[in-house]
């Protein structure tokens, strides 16, 4: 069994969060494979090692001290480093960092330090072997990662017995310049030496015991999700549930490995496991008819209708290539006979509004234009519900009893997914009566 785990800042923030590491890492031995964020937060008033190493980018582009902020970070790990009683020549490292990063332009050397500096204090606490993400993780010229060279280089480390850790969110272009990938994307390289070492499973160590069916913003401990499919994962994280970085799923399901969401402050619990096919754990243990349910607000909705637009062969063509036209990306087309409703999200129209109006006139002649503001979009996600005849009856019903007004409605025929449109301000009160219902109430049974 291979295991390769990743901690978030938060699971690093201080001594205390690296012994908890420690204690995960030294109850398993198959967590051989370790990659690591920089310190997160300790607390709400503190500041992540990224923020404060960007902010300290932006002081030397406009010529500002930075010696306050420099200070913070080095407080921050000289701490870690006397209460754990490490050896790593701090002082060295943070004179090497002052020197180079007086004569680069590129903030990205100096951002990726907060991952290089937590993974030296870390690798050494755990008894693990540094390895230098700017010697394995390669990337092309254009930004994506070179996953031969990456294996190639990785290879040459990951035979022995002996633990490795990588810190996360770097590497190296092919001329050995340091670049740093997405907000976040600790993940990535994560999911990149899963891949490569072909692990059994892939751990992100986090805050959250996994995904919740629902923002605990809205409903206070809402269950956690035990598994889910990477489809429906990704269908809740566009909507808006966002705990794992977007493009770390692609490196693992392209060879089919879990991803397994787990709690550092919470270590017992089993978490959430991401899958390509749930369905032979789905005998033993059925899931809920839905898995959960997010969305957004702030949407606009324009709506078309023109009689016997339907049997116009090239009508919704022409109004989509209006938006296409604007670089509007869409996000549904509900459809009724002769109205067609084309949902966007507002910050993406709101420059080109009125440009996007009288083309659509000109173009396909519509009887009417209505144009709606402040619209909020749900997205019930669930594998179950096309194996259960009713669900959509039934959640649209339950809109009925609450006196929910629906504004649109769509689905797929793969059935992932119901999207449902409500004015922003029924938001809230819409996914407490879904999750209510489907949720809270299935569990009562
Ligand atoms: N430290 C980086 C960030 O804050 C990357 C990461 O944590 O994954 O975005």
Redesign the pocket.
């Known amino acids: 069994m291979i295991k390769v785990t990743k901690f ?2 938060s699971s690093v923030a201080n001594a205390k969060q690296f012994a908890k590491v420690k204690h995960i890492i030294d109850s398993d031995p198959s967590r051989k494979f370790i990659v690591t ?2 310190c997160g937060k300790e607390s709400h008033e503190d500041h ?1 090692v ?1 923020d404060l190493l960007y902010l300290i980018q932006a002081h030397i582009k406009y010529g500002v001290s930075y010696e306050s902020l420099f200070d913070m970070i080095v407080k921050k790990y000289k701490s870690i480093q006397e209460e754990l009683h490490l050896h790593v020549n701090l002082d060295e490292e943070f004179f090497r960092i002052r020197k180079i990063i007086q004569n680069d332009d590129s903030p990205d050397y100096l951002v990726s330090r ?2 290089y500096l937590t993974g030296k204090l870390l690798a050494e606490y755990l008894g693990a072997k540094f390895v230098d993400a700017a010697d394995v993780i390669m990337f092309h010229y254009d930004g994506t990662i070179d996953m031969k060279r990456t294996s190639e280089k990785l290879m040459q480390y990951v035979q022995g017995s002996e633990k490795i850790l990588i810190p ?2 770097y590497g190296a272009t092919p001329n050995g310049t340091i670049k740093v990938m997405s ?5 990535i390289t994560g999911a990149v030496l899963a891949n490569i070492v072909d692990a059994d499973v892939y751990e992100n160590w986090t805050d959250v015991s996994g995904f919740m069916v629902v923002d605990p913003r809205i409903i206070p401990n809402p269950i956690s999700i035990s598994r889910i499919t990477y489809s429906e994962l990704r269908e809740m994280s566009y909507m808006g549930a966002n705990v794992l970085h977007d493009d770390s799923v692609f490196p693992v399901r392209e060879k089919n490995i879990p991803i397994n969401i787990r709690n550092t402050n919470e270590p017992d619990h089993p978490g959430t496991m991401i899958m390509e096919d749930c369905s032979e754990m789905d005998k033993v243990d059925p899931p809920h008819a839905i898995t959960g349910i997010t969305g957004r607000k702030n949407y606009t909705v324009i709506s078309l209708t023109k009689a016997h637009s339907s049997a116009e062969i090239g009508f919704l063509r022409k109004v989509l290539q209006i938006f296409e036209k604007y670089n509007v990306s869409i996000e549904a087309v509900p459809v009724t006979v002769d109205t067609y409703s084309i949902v966007v999200q507002t910050h993406l129209i709101n420059h080109c509004l009125y440009e996007i109006i009288g083309e659509l006139k000109e173009t396909v002649h519509p009887e009417d234009i209505r144009v709606e503001d402040h619209q909020a979009m749900i997205a019930v996600v669930g594998r179950e519900m096309k194996q259960r005849a009713g669900i959509s009856g039934q959640l649209l019903s339950e809109f009925g009893r609450n006196k929910i007004n629906i504004r649109t409605i769509s689905q797929s025929s793969y059935e992932l997914t119901i999207m449902i449109g409500v004015s922003d301000n029924d938001f809230e009160k819409s996914i407490k009566a879904i999750y209510e219902k489907f949720v809270a109430e299935e569990k009562k049974q």
């Open positions: 978030g800042g964020s920089a992540k990224t907060g991952e996360g969110f907000r976040g994307g600790s993940d």
